[in-house]
Structure formats: structure tokens, C-alpha cells
């Protein structure tokens, strides 16, 4: 089975300019997550997706990040204009169960650094 | 809502010997602790998890242990192995609500 799969792995860019990262999560799942990993620290929600509605964006800084799931499956996240406290690592999970029960699937994550 | 301490922030311990692992969390509605392992570049993954109607729950070299009413829950890996090394994170969830995740353990397996 395939996994959660996320891209870019690694973007460099300038504060103020814009960055898109991608998921695609595990087939038949209808649950999505984008979280942010700070480095040293745990993971923190972002977005919640239950097929193509958001469950949950209480700490997206909607003022610069936004995220949409298509047709209820892939999903992508973007931060414009970036700061640099923005860099870390964004990671995608994805869940068969809905109401965010059951076990989270990470992909791999998009590693940002903003200069 | 809730909030999740882990310690320690660091563990170092020889092959062979075990390893625990502490979480707290505060809000006492939560009902479901889950165990993540993640190594260099990838992304966390589950190796263990536990619900408030068990006290403890075993997997080979793993275990967890919960105590509700301190709201206290433990990792324990015995027999650890260098392939043990690795970023854990504990967290917990409500109900109804999100998974909260500690700050997690880098763990190192000396051989």
C-alpha cells in the first residue's frame, strides 16, 4: 500500500515570497492533516480535512497560510508572504477513520526554510 | 484544552538496557494516547497506543503504562537495540477534540 506522499521535500526561499506544498494522502482515506513541525519540537495541527470540509483550522495564521483538498483527496498548503519564524517542517497525515479518531499516517514532510 | 509535557528531552542508555519515557497531559476527558517513533528525515510513526479503559498495553519490547488519575502515561522499551535511536512523541486526545502532542525524546542506543 502506498504511503502518504508529500512534495517539494525541501524548499529554500526569501521572507515575503511565497512557498505551495503538496499531499497526497493514503487512498480511501477521507482524513486529512497538515501539521507544522518546528525543529525540537512536536507537531501542531494546522488543518483538518474530512473529505473536501475543514474540520478544524483554529491555529492556521489565516492571515498568511491557506490550504485546500480538492475533491476530497489531494491537498495543498501555502504560506504567502512567508516569515521567517514559518521555517520547519510541514508534515501530511492522513486517517481512514473520521472524526479524528483512529491512526495517523505521516508522509515524509516538506522541510521550509525561509532566509 | 490540553496540554502535553514529555520528559525527558533527552535519553541516552547502553544496548541491552531499557528506556522509559514520561508524558503528563491535563485534560482528563482525553481518551486516547497514542506512542510515535520518528527517525532522521521521515515522518512520525505509530509504534504504540493506549485508551483510557486499559492500564497498561504491551507489544513485543514495548509497552505503555497509563495511570488516569494522575494523568500519566510511560513508554517503556526493554532489550533496546542502536535501531531503537530515534525522535518519540507521546500525545493525547479528547474526545472530540485534536491530537496534542509532547515535546518529544530523542532517544540514543549506545552499542
Known amino acids: 500500500e502506498a504511503g502518504v506522499a508529500q512534495s517539494p521535500r525541501y524548499k529554500i526561499i526569501e521572507k515575503r515570497q511565497s512557498v505551495a506544498f503538496w499531499c497526497n494522502p493514503i487512498?480511501?482515506?477521507?482524513?486529512l492533516y497538515w501539521y507544522q513541525q518546528i525543529l525540537g519540537q512536536g507537531p501542531k495541527l494546522l488543518i483538518q480535512?474530512?473529505?473536501?470540509?475543514?474540520?478544524?483550522d483554529s491555529q492556521l495564521p489565516k492571515d498568511r497560510f491557506s490550504a485546500e483538498r480538492l475533491k476530497g483527496v489531494d491537498s495543498t498548503l501555502k504560506i504567502q508572504p512567508a516569515k521567517l519564524e514559518d521555517s520547519a517542517v510541514y508534515l501530511c497525515a492522513s486517517s481512514l477513520a473520521t472524526g479524528g479518531t483512529g491512526e495517523l499516517f505521516f508522509g515524509e514532510g516538506s522541510r521550509l526554510t525561509v532566509l | 484544552g490540553e496540554n502535553v509535557e514529555q520528559h525527558p528531552s533527552t535519553l541516552s542508555v547502553q544496548e541491552g538496557d531499557s528506556a522509559v519515557i514520561k508524558c503528563t497531559y491535563s485534560d482528563s476527558a482525553s481518551n486516547y494516547f497514542p506512542w510515535y517513533k520518528q527517525e532522521l528525515g521521515k515522518g512520525p510513526q505509530l509504534i504504540i497506543d493506549i485508551r483510557s479503559n486499559v492500564g497498561e498495553k504491551k507489544d513485543q519490547r514495548i509497552a505503555v503504562t497509563l495511570n488516569k488519575t494522575a494523568k500519566h502515561f510511560s513508554l517503556h522499551i526493554t532489550e533496546t537495540q542502536p535501531e531503537d535511536s530515534a525522535v518519540y512523541f507521546c500525545a493525547a486526545r479528547p474526545p472530540t477534540g485534536k491530537l496534542i502532542f509532547g515535546q518529544g525524546t530523542t532517544l540514543q542506543v549506545k552499542p
Open positions: 487512498s480511501g482515506h477521507a482524513t
Open positions: 480535512f474530512q473529505n473536501n470540509g475543514v474540520v478544524d
